[in-house]
């Protein structure tokens, strides 16, 4: 506009008004984004303020500390550190194969009107509400866990202690089992993405040569689309690692590390969950702010990992077209 | 000639295994997108075979059972859901779509940048940490409030609402901007006449997703408004009963009755959120490919 002079405003009037209704328009959106920094910095502090007593009190010891006794004001997160850690890699090596297998089916080989549908009812599975999953992961998933599927690994695998005596129906297992189920939409539709982002022109190069379709799949769609699986499984480990309620209902509450995965154990998430409204006392409360600041710093690197992954991964494929 | 055609189209033992493999992958992934399907049809049948039996007129218009009392209903559950996402969306929606607006419309590269990280970094945050941080800012010192629990939701809600408002933005073509301007009209015209109006469409679907989102989330307002009267409750200043809370308690309870009431509360709440979802999904789809041509 400021670039073609010879325009001159038809009146003085709603030169003004425009001019008031950009700056105004400019600073209200500016205020609108600077509100979500705010914010994003305000949930930064206000949980490390609420961690201040008890990292006073532990330290750094409390990362590793495993003793979690409300009586005598002793914490520490080690318990619930190994957990979620567990958890998480429970629902990685189950969901992960899972999810790219599913990404593989709706991108290579299912028909196009089946496509859509089972696009769609994958992606629809992380529309069920976590607190819903876990209902149903107590009442009918875990009873049938506890009482088919790890009796029989623990008799095929006994020998190995992750493979305990089976549980009642709370334990880690499950709890890994439910998170496994919660990260294959997620990590199902990036990785389609990315797979129909592969130029079709390297796969029927590929199957031109004689390759097979699973020959041709392992070695230009997988090969290529390498990077941004890797982010699509930390995005997924991402929603794992801070699924509180859910993992709540399943996993049955430990204060110590258990070996095997058939027993009751706490992620740092379901910790806060489970104990944070009846905290005895104000250590504990801030123990609780404390485990959330670990979970806050894990889950932000996790994230930025991911956005990292995909930023670079975007760049070389721009780079290479 | 003949013979040696025959003799090379016969699968050798190295072909055969090749296309063993071949076979076996293609049934594994065949496997595990309809076990996929399976997992979400077992679930939903599970909550609506459990779930049906129980719900009734009465229950859907009843107050809250007390502890130890049979019957009872989850009008207050559903009230206080609905307040607490509307407070949510209240919050979300303008903040989200004059963020999106300031990305698309303003920002040069190097401010939109770290607007940006923290929407994503904002999505990607465990639901409990909002829970903690809006119990640390509102209710330590105060008490629960349907206004402490909206707060929480709304952070779930912003950076859904952002993300797919720039999405659509990003859709409006160039062109109409460009007409515009060389029509003389001002950028604040041009936006609040032109853009958003033809995005329209797609930030309703896109805010309705996120409400699907919010409507379901626990952890946010576990802290917030979790302790509740049994009655149907309209002051978002006092602590708002609320579906997904309920179902949690209840599923925790080891009443068998509790269990019944969580699966028909879950059943309400799974039905909201999946119709809500489909229905927006749906109307997405077709907004972008009309905006798209």
């Known amino acids: 506009m400021s670039t073609v002079p010879f325009t001159r405003p038809l009146t003085g009037t709603r030169r003004l008004r425009d001019r008031i209704g950009d700056r105004l328009l400019l600073i209200l959106t500016l205020l609108a984004s600077l509100a979500a920094i705010a914010l994003m910095v305000a949930i930064v502090y206000k949980v490390f303020k609420g961690a201040h007593l008890s990292f006073s009190e532990f330290g750094l010891g409390f990362i590793t500390g495993t003793t979690w006794d409300a009586t005598n004001n002793v914490f520490g997160a080690g318990t619930f550190l190994y957990g979620t850690a567990v958890t998480c890699a429970i629902a990685l090596l189950v969901g992960g194969p899972f999810a790219i297998a599913i990404a593989l089916f709706l991108s290579e080989l299912a028909p196009r009107g089946v496509r859509g549908v089972v696009g769609t009812l994958v992606e629809m599975l992380a529309a069920i509400p976590s607190v819903v999953l876990g209902l149903w992961g107590i009442l009918v998933m875990g009873p049938f866990i506890a009482h088919h599927v790890e009796p029989w690994l623990n008799s095929a695998f006994g020998w190995i202690p992750l493979f305990g005596e089976p549980s009642t129906g709370s334990d880690v297992f499950i709890a890994g089992l439910i998170l496994a189920i919660m990260i294959v939409p997620i990590v199902a539709s990036i990785c389609r993405e990315l797979f129909l982002g592969v130029p079709r022109d390297l796969e029927d190069g590929a199957l031109a040569l004689g390759a097979t379709r699973w020959e041709m799949v392992r070695g230009v769609v997988l090969s290529s689309s390498r990077p941004g699986i890797a982010a699509a499984l930390i995005l997924g480990l991402g929603r794992a690692l801070g699924e509180a309620i859910a993992v709540t209902q399943v996993i049955g509450s430990a204060t110590a590390i258990n070996v095997s995965l058939f027993e009751p154990g706490d992620t740092l998430a379901s910790r806060i969950a489970a104990q944070f409204q009846g905290a005895a006392s104000a250590m504990q409360t801030s123990a609780l702010f404390y485990l959330a600041a670990i979970l806050l710093v894990i889950g932000l690197i996790t994230n930025l990992l991911a956005l990292v992954v995909v930023r670079r991964f975007e760049i070389k494929r721009t780079g290479a077209a | ?293």
């Open chain 2, 1 to 293: 000639m003949a013979a040696v055609e025959t003799a090379v189209l016969r699968a050798d033992g190295r072909t055969r295994r090749r296309r063993r493999i071949n076979r076996a992958a293609e049934v594994l992934a065949n496997v595990a997108a309809y076990a996929a399907v399976g997992v979400l049809a077992i679930v939903v049948i599970s909550v609506a075979q459990r779930g049906l039996g129980e719900i009734s007129w009465g229950f859907l218009t009843k107050d809250l059972p007390l502890f130890g009392e049979s019957g009872g209903g989850i009008a207050p559950l559903i009230v206080g859901s609905a307040i607490l996402v509307a407070i949510a969306a209240a919050i979300a929606l303008p903040l989200g779509v004059l963020t999106a607006v300031f990305l698309t419309e303003f920002a040069s590269r190097r401010i939109a940048a770290p607007i940006q990280l923290t929407l994503d970094l904002m999505s990607g945050l465990p639901s409990i940490i909002l829970g903690v941080f809006v119990f640390g800012l509102l209710v330590n010192g105060h008490h629960q409030s349907g206004v402490a629990g909206g707060f929480a939701l709304s952070i779930v809600m912003l950076p859904l609402i952002a993300r797919s408002t720039q999405e659509v933005l990003r859709l409006v073509p160039e062109a109409q901007r460009e007409g515009a301007f060389a029509l003389g009209a001002s950028r604040w015209r041009v936006v609040w006449g032109i853009i958003v109006p033809s995005a329209l469409g797609g930030i309703v679907t896109g805010t309705v997703l996120a409400v699907a989102r919010a409507a379901g989330e626990t952890a946010p307002l576990l802290f917030t408004t979790a302790i509740y009267v049994n009655t149907v409750t309209w002051d978002p200043r006092e602590a708002l009963p609320n579906m997904p809370v309920q179902i949690f308690i209840w599923s925790e309870s080891a009443d068998p009755e509790d269990h019944k009431r969580a699966w028909a509360t879950a059943l309400v709440l799974l039905a909201f959120v999946l119709v809500t979802s489909v229905l927006a999904r749906a109307a997405l789809i077709r907004s972008r490919k009309k905006l798209g041509q």
